[in-house]
């Protein structure tokens, strides 16, 4: 049996896929490390997914020295070509048997591989909102953007930027800088329980410089990232602060869409397409919507239609880097996304 293969790879989760050519059966492999070279560099990326493949050809039942036909990958931080080829290059030198040549490998940025996903023939548009954010709209000849670029002064609206929103504004807040705040202390609690703050009698409930570690001695962008769903939780539980605070994430996550909207109109690409929805953060929607749907009637566009996939972004990967070297696969059953909600 032949199998082609996929890969996506983020700040956070790294999974592979392999395709039976055959019959189209999926086998998926996930694990909870790092696969942004950004965040790692390149050979830690090379060593996680080499491990995950190795175990993935002893799921399906391949031999170590068996290629697969093709290998899609999606991953975080894969813009420039040169990042690219130094990956490529560092698979294939540690095992040459990966796939039958450099060629048959195609490195694409995650959001590439989720539009792909949603569509292995058209693309689709995709807004991903996980430890980072970006859209993309990805069709035949069209590679349109908003957004992916990094923590330092990006990815508005994701994981990340909405813990690093907290923790600035409660200490805003505790400084008083912040006039009428709302009461911070569910987030205090939050920010001592998650980062294993010692509990002091200071206003904070802990000694505030203790902060700097995880933001700098100890720095994991994917473990700050995760704040995220709790301060969801706590919107979601009534927090007028965490509400303030998923409302304007709400609403950044809208102006990509936005954005992508009208890039498609410029393009002619019609304004109709369902936005494909990736990453951890939309599964707080309900906490996010107020602010979306007012940010996006700002800009004067109606509610476009919320999209999920159903299998991961390593599935259109695979798919669309397979169709494109001439390799046939057996369609997988079912559809590809659902509604959001």
Known sequence: MSFVAGLEGGGTNTTVVAISCETGFITELSIAECANHWVTGHAAVVEVVLRLFSQLR????????QPFLTIGFCMAGMEATSERDTFISGL???DPHLAPSDAAMVVMNDSVGSAWTADPVNGATVVIAGTG?????????????C???GHMFGD????????????ARVYQAMDGYAANAPDCSALLKLFREEFGFAPTDSAHGYDANDMFVPFCRNFTKSHIAKLARHIGDLARSGDEFSRQIMTD???AIANIVASLLEKRARANLGPDAPIVCVGSV???????EGGFKASLAARGHAMPKLVK????????AALHVASEAGVSVAAPEGNLVAPLM
């Open 282 to 288: 939309w599964k707080s929607f309900d906490v996010l």
């Open 133 to 145: 954010s970006m859209g993309r709209v990805i069709a035949p000849g069209d590679d349109l953007r």
């Open 156 to 167: 508005e609206g994701s994981g990340y930027w909405i813990a690093t929103q907290a923790v």
């Open 309 to 316: 996939l159903v299998h991961c972004s390593a599935v259109g």
């Open 147 to 149: 957004g992916g670029w």
């Open 58 to 65: 002893a799921l399906v039942g391949m031999t170590p020295d």
């Open 92 to 94: 294939l030198a540690a």
């Open 249 to 251: 994430a709400g609403a």
